[in-house]
């Protein structure tokens, strides 16, 4: 009987709340999201050259692409693209890729970074990008290849009103080394990260994992914030190294990857009436309630004291 009684209680509220929200979102008054998601990529201490950097004429590859473009500099040694796309009047998305590959430090370097918001009562905001450097090398029987590596991966996301909006930050890192020969993977490093924001988001959605091969050696901090309805983020600093002897000669492709994407959005209120009525507010209620249950602003409290 408490048990019913405290869930009574918290439908109550959790169907006042919606309502106001649902008010708010149809009156004049704006609603404001942001989300963002960058990350990094260096490598550094190659053992050796690549072998399509020699001919470049000048110290490095070098690629920068914003909103909408897409860039290729020099064949594979590097690589940018941004997409952006908006509908509404109060929208805003920006993406920036960056990716470059030196002679002298010999190092590779690329950067993403994601920037999307909104207010208003109806629109979508999308920005999404991509930097990519590699590198062809020749590795003799006997040799050690090996270099260094610091990754940065950073996710946000910001709602004024959870139950009219959601914002979604993911962002992935890659690094993969080929036998071009034999194509196959001889090693792999990878990260991924995303953050889903609203009222109805589901725990499973704010994800983090990594994984590597044995080859590849890392420390790591990470820093993440889930479960709330309004505000999330998720923070992560790599640094690792690289280091294997081969048995034989190998042509070896290096390839880093980073893709970054952000999106914001509010829905028009008939349809979030439509979701509340159509389906019925035992829908809504559970839809809710999961995220809203982790933060513990609604669902925490009476069970066990009623």
Known sequence: MKLKLGLTKTA???????????????SPSLAASLAVSRGSFTIDNYSQSPENLANLPDDRSEAIA????????????????????????????DALALASFSKDPLESFNFTSNVASGE???????????????????????????????????????????FGEIATASGELSLVLLDITNQTVLDSFSVFSKIVTSAYAKPSEDVFSYDKSQNINIDFIKNLNFGSIDKESATALFQGSYRRTFNSDTRLLLIETKTNKVTVQAPEPSSTFALLFGFGVTGVFLGAKSKINRQGKLFSTGIDKV
């Not at 860039?71 to 690589?79: A, K, P, Q």
């Not at 930097?131 to 004024?160: H, M, N, R």
């Open 12 to 26: 109550v509220l959790l169907i006042s709340t919606l309502v106001t929200s649902l008010g708010i979102a149809a």
């Open 66 to 93: 914003g909103s909408g473009s897409s860039v290729n500099t020099n064949g594979i040694l590097t690589s940018a693209k941004g997409i952006t796309s908006v509908t509404g009047r109060n929208v805003i998305a």
């Open 120 to 162: 208003g009562n109806t629109y979508f905001g999308l920005a999404q990008s991509e930097a990519k450097v590699a590198g062809d090398f020749s590795i003799k029987a006997g040799d050690i290849f090996s270099f260094d590596f610091t990754a940065f991966l950073e996710l946000y996301t910001k709602l004024e009103n959870p």
